[in-house]
């Protein structure tokens, strides 16, 4: 069969799932609710953008970056500084303070590279960087702690935050790939250059830290208390529900207003998502062939070799690295955006690390079609697991009495059926196709 029908029967076959999502009940397994195919597409196309980012890194370079985790989370916070209104009377209250902070915690970091790099060769380096760094914290701390105390006083039930620019949410996307690729910036002259498990450790460890400043600085996000409500590029549900010319089109179209309005904001996600992704599978695709391309492969294959014909190869990977972080930034920002909330607890390295990797092996790694359909597909059966070893659990159950140990035990393990799946999938692919569904050409 012919390279090109098969990866579209390939696609084809993930279309016809969340067909059968939509319109179909059978097998117990889909929900027969164009709501609920509509959900799966629309986080399964974030799912996409996500995979393509990594798939740069890994896919185009070989970087083992597994701090995904913290690259989407800062997408979202990027939602709550841009297009949320400022709580009023936080900044006069304590918001110039905390910028003085700011300013003056990387002053203090500035000073001491300055110290490193003057007093090179002395003794007394490492005293007068300690001396510097101590001071500088204590000053920092000083100025700082008086601000936030001030900001999170304010209203602490509702706000209790400084809020954002009051912008337009989509602003949010783009802004949420720069604080991811200026993080990925600071990791990559940090860690780049050095063997490959220091990446990895590095990026693991930056993504703890930017979620438990998230958890904990209630100033910035609220932490644990959450922002809710956050502005949309559609219309909430509510609104459309109280507008009486929507609800005459949806008994038009035979809906009623809940459905309708529910159909309508999802589908138009669904489309802004489409053409935010195809976007940048466009860009991916112009990447990969072009002497950029070609050289970060050579580089990937072999870097010995490709450093001896005079490519800088750490400058080449800190640029993929920063181009996959700022991907990975914008799909967080389109997440929290599609959520409506910010919730730093729900951000976890299995669903945002490890379901991206098996997106990307699964697809096929250096291949950005590949990324895209594992994304979807990969998605979808993570959703759809649970129910079907809920069916296939009372399947193997059916003749036992429903007090039984062992049948409420299966029952209740189901849940575990997404792992196991995730599993499976994965060796399986790795066994028959152990380059991906869409393997790089």
């Known amino acids: 069969m012919n390279q090109t029908v098969k990866h579209t029967l390939l696609f084809a076959a993930v279309g016809l799932l969340l067909l059968l999502e939509g319109t179909s009940t059978a097998f117990g397994v889909f929900s027969g609710s164009w709501n609920?195919?509509?959900?799966?597409?629309?986080?399964?196309?974030?799912?996409?953008?996500?995979?393509?980012?990594?798939?740069?890194?890994?896919?185009?370079?070989?970087?083992?970056?597994?701090?995904?985790?913290?690259?989407?989370?800062?997408?979202g916070l990027a939602v709550v500084l841009i297009a949320t209104p400022a709580t009023p009377g936080a900044w006069d209250a304590g918001g110039q303070r905390i910028l003085l902070a700011l300013i003056l915690g990387a002053t203090t970091i500035a000073a001491a590279i300055f110290v490193y790099h003057r007093m090179a060769g002395k003794r007394a380096r490492p005293l007068a960087m300690?001396?510097?760094?101590?001071?500088?914290?204590?000053?920092?701390?000083?100025?700082?702690?008086?601000?936030?105390?001030?900001?999170?006083?304010?209203?602490?039930?509702?706000?209790?935050?400084?809020?954002?620019?009051?912008?337009?949410?989509?602003?949010?996307w783009p802004v949420g790939g720069i604080l991811a690729a200026g993080v990925a910036w600071i990791i990559g002259k940090t860690a780049l250059g050095l063997r490959s498990d220091y990446l990895a450790i590095a990026t693991l460890g930056i993504a703890e830290i930017i979620l438990s400043v998230l958890k904990n600085e209630d100033w910035l996000s609220r932490g644990v208390k959450n922002v809710v409500g956050l502005p949309r590029p559609l219309p909430y549900e509510v609104d459309l529900q109280n507008d009486p010319a929507f609800v005459e089109q949806a008994a038009a179209w035979g809906f009623d207003a809940t459905t309708a309005s529910t159909l309508y904001v999802k589908l138009g996600y669904s489309l802004l998502f489409t053409a935010v992704l195809l976007v940048l599978l466009w860009m991916a695709q112009m990447a990969l062939r072009s002497?950029?391309?070609?050289?970060?492969?050579?580089?990937?294959?072999?870097?010995?070799?490709?450093?001896?014909?005079?490519?800088d190869v750490t400058s080449r990977?800190?640029?993929?690295?920063?181009?996959?972080?700022?991907?990975?930034?914008?799909?967080?920002?389109?997440?929290?955006?599609?959520?409506?909330?910010l919730t730093p607890g729900t951000y976890n390295p299995l669903r945002?690390?490890?379901?991206?990797?098996?997106?990307?092996?699964?697809?096929?790694?250096?291949?950005n079609f590949g990324a895209v359909l594992g994304g979807l597909l990969v998605w979808f059966l993570w959703i759809k697991v649970e129910p079907l070893g809920i069916m296939l659990m009372d399947l193997l159950t059916a003749g036992m009495a429903?007090?039984?140990?062992?049948?409420?035990?299966?029952?209740?393990?189901?849940?575990?059926?997404?792992?196991?799946?995730?599993?499976?999938?994965?060796?399986?692919?790795?066994?028959?196709?152990?380059?991906?569904?869409?393997?790089?050409?």
């Open 36 to 75: 609920s195919s509509l959900t799966i597409l629309n986080m399964g196309l974030i799912s996409a953008i996500m995979a393509l980012g990594v798939n740069l890194q890994w896919g185009f370079a070989g970087l083992f970056n597994v701090g995904i985790m913290g690259f989407t989370a800062l997408g």
């Open 130 to 172: 300690i001396a510097v760094l101590v001071a500088g914290f204590f000053l920092y701390r000083g100025v700082l702690d008086p601000g936030v105390e001030a900001v999170e006083s304010i209203n602490p039930a509702l706000s209790g935050n400084i809020g954002g620019l009051g912008l337009p949410v989509l602003l949010a």
């Open 291 to 311: 002497p950029w391309g070609r050289m970060m492969r050579a580089i990937r294959d072999n870097e010995v070799a490709a450093n001896a014909m005079g490519k």
């Open 317 to 341: 990977h800190l640029q993929i690295f920063i181009l996959g972080s700022a991907i990975c930034g914008i799909a967080g920002a389109m997440m929290t955006t599609l959520d409506s909330q």
């Open 352 to 367: 945002f690390t490890f379901l991206i990797w098996v997106m990307v092996i699964v697809g096929g790694s250096g291949n």
């Open 402 to 441: 429903e007090d039984n140990g062992l049948r409420v035990h299966l029952l209740e393990s189901a849940a575990h059926m997404r792992l196991f799946t995730m599993g499976l999938v994965l060796l399986l692919v790795l066994r028959f196709s152990p380059r991906g569904l869409i393997p790089e050409k």
